[in-house]
């Protein structure tokens, strides 16, 4: 039953490459490993133990995880290198794509999947650059995908939101296909990526905030974040939302929540992270009917 049945969820799963981490490893420290045409050799930060990701191998782990939605791996480096760079990572990841798409196709035939076959992404590289953004998009195109994502963060070096990027690289994308915007991201960045065409977002910060005590609630005009480890929910014997579908989060207090923060009650952070995911459920339908 795949993760399906491993977490008791029936809706759709989508699953990311690994490349982005694998290479985020590397890049912050080259002894960590390196990356070449024929894939990401890496060391585990955890025991030290070599490793191999090919596009071949990441494929064939998406298929054994089950999901409905798959990623191709691509080479994903930071916008601080050269332009010169920017473009053999754009290149890898055209070969990349192709490579994962005839494992994909392998994978079909091996496992004899005739009826709802996953979805498969390609991504999109390129940096701050159009030209390779453009270069890149016309490689993935020529080979044919589902869907296509932007690669890459949505803020540059300065932590400035890269808008005009993100607007270029979705116009690229046929109106027929799925535009994934990979990594984003904050309520506020969703709702401009929505305007810009994108239609489907992931990104840790429901949970991750949550699991830190920060919770997001919708306003007149738009949201605002509250921390819960801040000594005046103390003794605030609010409830932490009433209108939740959750009989916990509706019953019980920001001062019994900020008890569970101070005492790291793992409780704590499933509550939390459950607040969140409501209201980005909320404000996710909110953006679709605008």
Known sequence: GGVHKFMNWNGPLLSDSGGYQV???IHKNSKMGKITDKGAFFNSPIDGSKHVLTPE????????????????????????????????????????????????????EKRKIKAGKPLLFGVIQGG???????????????????GYGFGGRPVDDKGNFIADILKYTADLIPKDKLKFALGIGTPKDIAKCAKMGWNMFDCVIPTREGR????????KRGYKTVNINNVKFS???????????????????????????????PYGARLASLKNLEFYNAWMNKVDKR
């Not at 473009?87 to 994962?100: G, H, L, N, P, Y």
């Not at 830190?212 to 306003?219: A, D, V």
């Open 212 to 219: 830190h005590g920060r919770l997001f609630y919708e306003q």
């Open 128 to 146: 701050l650059h159009k030209d390779l953004r453009k270069r890149c998009a016309l490689g993935l195109l020529n080979i044919g995908f589902d």
């Open 235 to 265: 003794s605030n014997m609010r409830l932490i939302y009433p209108d939740s579908k959750s009989k916990d989060l509706r019953e019980l207090s920001f001062a019994y929540l900020h008890h569970l923060f101070k005492i790291n009650d």
């Open 23 to 25: 290479f985020s490893l």
């Open 57 to 108: 191998k990441s494929i064939e782990i998406q298929f054994d995880l089950g999901v409905d939605m798959m990623v191709v791996l691509d080479d994903c480096p930071p916008y601080g290198h050269s332009k010169k760079k920017m473009k053999e990572a754009v290149d890898r990841t055209i070969s990349w794509a192709q490579r994962c798409k005839l494992e994909y196709e392998r994978q079909i």
